[in-house]
């Protein structure tokens, strides 16, 4: 039998650290950040001279360059720009979800198509939403199904449809008014047209 293989010893700085909701945990005077899921957990800091690793029990999460000053953080724009998209996808999530709970089960056909074309979805979602502020839930569904059945996918397409339900018959516009006071009081003679045909259309001479 062969011998059994010694574990080297761990000699490193050790210490259990919380993870805050901005993604950081305090070590030795700086602040390091972690992946957002590790948001209230206790992790595991170990040091030496030239490193920072940082466990979750036994698994290495990330590791830094050791640093003998104070007050820095590390990690900042790298994990934060994952906690933003995160948060992003839950807010485009969730304002989806309102959309179809507002307009109904087409409204998923529409956006599945919509999310097919070269336009942000999270934009048009929100522009969506307002079309269904301003007008309610039943005008946008119904402007929805026609713009579906004329395969138009856009917020721009639906309230194109909704301006053109919303038109009413166009307002009479008033008589035009000149600047001096003398010529809005000048009154024509109505305008007769037997004059001209009588002038063009020769009449048939009547017999002897």
């Given amino acids: 039998m062969r011998p059994v293989s010694l574990l080297a010893p761990d000699y490193r700085e050790s210490a259990e650290?919380?993870?805050?909701?901005?993604?950081?945990l305090s070590f030795d005077g700086n602040r390091y950040c972690v992946?957002?899921?590790?948001?209230?957990h206790k992790l595991t800091v170990k040091a030496d001279s030239s490193s920072v690793t940082i466990y979750d029990q036994s698994k290495e999460?990330?590791?830094?360059?050791r640093c003998w000053e104070r007050g820095r953080v590390f990690g900042?724009?790298?994990?934060?720009?994952?906690?933003f998209a995160q948060m992003e996808?839950?807010?485009?999530?969730?304002?989806?979800?309102?959309?179809v709970q507002l307009l109904g089960s087409p409204s998923e056909l529409y956006l599945a198509k919509l999310a097919e074309?070269?336009?942000?979805?999270?934009?048009?979602?929100?522009?969506?939403?307002?079309?269904?502020?301003d007008y309610g839930p039943e005008t946008v569904a119904a402007a929805l199904k026609k713009a579906y059945a004329a395969q138009a996918f856009g917020a721009d397409y639906i309230?194109?449809?909704?301006?053109?339900?919303?038109?009413?018959p166009r307002d009479i516009q008033p008589p035009l008014r000149l600047k001096h006071p003398a010529l809005n009081e000048l009154a024509t003679d109505p305008l007769s047209l037997a004059?001209?045909?009588a002038f063009l259309i020769p009449t048939s001479k009547e017999p002897a």
């Fill in 17 to 24: 650290a919380l993870v805050q909701k901005d993604l950081r």
């Fill in 35 to 40: 992946p957002p899921r590790y948001v209230g």
């Fill in 61 to 65: 999460i990330v590791s830094y360059a």
């Fill in 76 to 83: 900042a724009e790298r994990f934060q720009k994952e906690l």
């Fill in 89 to 99: 996808a839950a807010q485009r999530s969730a304002a989806q979800h309102r959309l």
């Fill in 117 to 133: 074309t070269d336009r942000a979805l999270a934009r048009q979602v929100r522009e969506l939403l307002g079309l269904v502020r």
């Fill in 159 to 168: 309230a194109n449809i909704l301006r053109q339900q919303q038109q009413g």
């Fill in 195 to 197: 004059e001209y045909d």
